[in-house]
């Protein structure tokens, strides 16, 4: 599987394929924050979203109370 990746490109020397291993574990470090942080965000919106759906059931309720008082 490794010949098949490797194919036509030019061998690298062990440093510089270390070098590009720890640049691709920063890489991949990071787009996991991001991901994790955007799954923060959603959550954050959708506890949001539902908070602002209930306050607008109640205040829809208080008006109908208020319009049949």
């Known amino acids: 599987m490794q010949e098949t990746l490797t194919n036509g490109l030019p061998k690298l020397s062990k440093t ?6 720890r640049e ?3 890489l991949l470090k ?4 991001s991901n994790l942080a955007a799954k923060q965000t959603y959550k954050e919106i959708d506890r ?3 908070s602002n759906d209930r306050s607008f059931e109640r205040m829809k309720r208080a008006v109908e109370k208020l319009e049949s008082y």
């Open 16 to 21: 510089k394929m270390a070098a590009y291993e």
């Open 30 to 33: 990071r787009l996991r924050e």
């Open 24 to 26: 691709l574990d920063a």
């Open 48 to 50: 949001l979203r539902k």
